[in-house]
């Protein structure tokens, strides 16, 4: 079936350095990728989004890089920092839907 | 503004029991979304609503009833609870679709059925 997974489900960084979390789709028919930060005890929180006809698109910090050739998404968080631990979602919609499928989680956990 | 505001936050269930898990926000969005998130998953969607009397099925509905009476109101009823029904439910909302607009999360009720 048609699904949005992570390849780590978790990932230990150094403060300061960057993060790279990745993410597979499989539906080549989505055109909206979200990334979605969830603290513990909190629901997901907005990061980034990018659309199916862009490669990369830059926050403050973070960089969402698509790759629709090989159906692959990644989070690259610069100079990560302690307050950026948690558990990383990639979401995607498929146009006309407007449903949100998520995809596993990374742990993202950062060592002071 | 509170944003996305659930009650309760914990709750305990017997088998057979019924409840409502209420949600409510109180930035005028047209659309609401009930999501449950098993242990070390993502999110699922329930049920979601493009505005006041509108309702339309998720990827997870079995078991499950919403209503949409009011903007601010999305409240979400299980009839009979069964322990697959254990789960973290999140309730979010937007102003418009969700492609176009960020979907806000309220804080999540933990709900166990014994």
């Known amino acids: 079936g048609e699904s949005v997974g992570l390849h780590l489900p978790t990932l230990s960084v150094q403060e300061g350095d960057n993060s790279i979390i990745n993410c597979a789709y499989s539906?080549?028919?989505?055109?909206?990728f979200i990334w979605y930060k969830q603290e513990s005890g909190k629901g997901p929180q907005f990061i980034i989004d990018?659309?199916?006809?862009?490669d990369k698109r830059q926050g403050q910090r973070v960089t969402v890089l698509l790759n629709k050739t090989v159906k692959h998404l990644s989070l690259q968080i610069a100079a990560t920092q302690p307050g950026d631990s948690a558990v990383y979602f990639c979401a995607e919609i498929r146009d006309a839907t407007n449903k949100l499928i998520f995809g596993t989680g990374t742990l993202l956990a950062v060592q002071p | 503004n509170a944003g996305v505001t659930q009650t309760p936050k914990f709750r305990i269930l017997k088998i057979g029991q019924s409840m409502t898990l209420q949600c409510t926000q109180d930035m005028n969005h047209n659309y609401m979304y009930w999501y449950r998130q098993d242990p070390g998953m993502g999110l699922k969607l329930i049920y979601y609503?493009?505005?006041?009397?509108?309702?339309d099925k998720g990827e997870v509905p079995n078991g499950y009833n919403v209503s949409r009476s009011t903007t601010e109101d999305f409240p979400l009823r299980l009839e009979l609870a069964a322990p697959s029904q254990t789960s973290v439910y999140f309730c979010?909302?937007?102003?418009?679709?969700?492609?176009?607009?960020?979907?806000?999360f309220g804080p999540g009720t933990r709900l166990t059925v014994l």
């Open positions: 609503s493009v505005g006041a009397g509108i309702t």
């Open positions: 979010a909302s937007s102003y418009n679709r969700g492609y176009t607009d960020t979907q806000y």
């Open positions: 990018i659309r199916s006809n862009m």
């Open positions: 539906n080549s028919a989505s055109d909206y």
